[in-house]
Nanobody, 125 residues
C-alpha cells in the first residue's frame, strides 16, 4: 500500500506562485509514475504533470507548460509541483497520484492506482 499526503495549497492572486508538496510512504520500490492532477467544480479530473522516477522524464499539460514544474526528492520522499504565474483558471483541487505502471495516457486519472486527499488552490484575479 502507498500513502500520499498533499500540502501547500492556498489562496493567491493571479501572477503569484505556490509550491505543492506530496509526501509519500509505503511500498514504493523501483521506478514509479508520480503525478499531479486537478479537478475544478463541475469539471473532470485532468492531468497536470507527471514524472517517471526511473528516467526523470516529465510530461505536462499544454495549459501549464512553461509555468509549472514537477520534481521529486527521493531522500525526502516528496513530490513537488512548483506553480508560477498562476491564473484564475488554475483554481482547483490538486491531487497527487502514483502508480508503478501506466498502460495508457499519463493524463488519464484511471491509470493511477494511489491518490492523496487533495489540496485546494484558489487563484483570484
Amino acid at each position: 500500500q502507498v500513502q500520499l499526503v498533499e500540502s501547500g495549497g492556498g489562496s493567491v492572486q493571479a501572477g503569484r506562485s505556490l509550491r505543492l508538496s506530496c509526501e509519500y510512504s509505503g511500498n514504493i520500490y523501483g521506478a514509479y509514475w508520480m503525478g499531479w492532477f486537478r479537478q475544478a467544480p463541475g469539471k473532470e479530473r485532468e492531468g497536470v504533470a507527471v514524472i517517471y522516477t526511473g528516467s526523470r522524464f516529465t510530461y505536462y499539460a499544454d495549459s501549464v507548460k512553461g509555468r509549472f514544474a514537477i520534481s521529486q526528492d527521493n531522500d525526502k520522499h516528496t513530490l513537488y509541483l512548483q506553480m508560477n504565474s498562476l491564473k484564475p483558471e488554475d483554481t482547483a483541487m490538486y491531487y497527487c497520484a502514483a502508480s508503478p505502471a501506466i498502460p495508457g495516457r499519463w493524463s488519464d486519472p484511471t491509470m493511477f492506482r494511489y491518490w492523496g486527499q487533495g489540496t485546494q488552490v484558489t487563484v483570484s484575479s
